[in-house]
């Protein structure tokens, strides 16, 4: 790669101003080589003044300036985006996209280089640093560029690869999870205070259940369903709230719903 170390954002919304948070504070980037562009000039006020990176009203100048550009922009206008900025664009660029359901190949058609790309899709938690992150590497995407764009999107999280055809997939999964998470987490609150909790005490319980549950898993070396049956003794007060999730279905319920999301995903990117 190039000696120009510059990263820029293209959109300096939430998933960009998070990416910009974990860098800086990991150490995988300093500010100076932190740039971003937005047409909001109050999202470029924010990142720069909470963070103390360059900032552009102009994509072009960004995408001049920087090595690696990270797309952060809202799908819709992703092509708008890529034909202002394509004249700027260079062999040596590395170009990230984070615009969900956004395929490589219409990047590649209006860009018009040969120029490795990287498809990412993260997921809300990296707002705090605690998302998970899939990448997909285009055909000129080398072991070193795909390398870079894990220590990116490592400063948020976990990060997996995988081949661009399962971006829906990853979509249906890890980047709609979190609403399915926190749908199940109020379901919860409401059958605490239905038992008779008040709200902020069943909050608190349910908060704190999910995060120690998520910990757990990932510290393990058990696997779920290990973990399950360790927790549920037979005859048990576990035992009789799962016997009613596998009398409703949840299991048929949850495949249902995450392949629903993953068609809605597909169709969305024939859109674009």
Known sequence: MSGNQNLGFIGAGNMATALVKGLIESGVY???????????????????????????????QVTSESAIVVLSVKPQNMREVLEEIKGEIRDDHLIISIAAGIPLRMIHEI??????????????PALVQKGVSALAGGALATGEHMAMAGKIFGAVGDTVEVEERMMDAVTALSGSGPGYVFRIMECMVEAGIAV??????????????????AHLAKASDDSL???????TSPGGTTAAGLAVFDEKGLKKMTIDAIDAACKRSLELGKNY
């Open 30 to 60: 300093d500010r100076q080589h932190l740039l971003a562009a937005d047409k909001d000039k109050e999202a470029l006020k924010r990142v720069s003044g909470n963070f103390g990176i360059k900032c552009h009203e102009s994509n072009l």
């Open 111 to 124: 860009v018009r280089r040969d120029i490795p790309l990287i498809r990412v899709m993260p997921n809300t």
């Open 196 to 213: 008779g909790l008040e709200k902020e005490t069943a909050l608190s319980l349910v908060i704190g259940t999910f995060l120690g549950a």
């Open 225 to 231: 369903s290990e973990l399950r049956q360790k927790v």
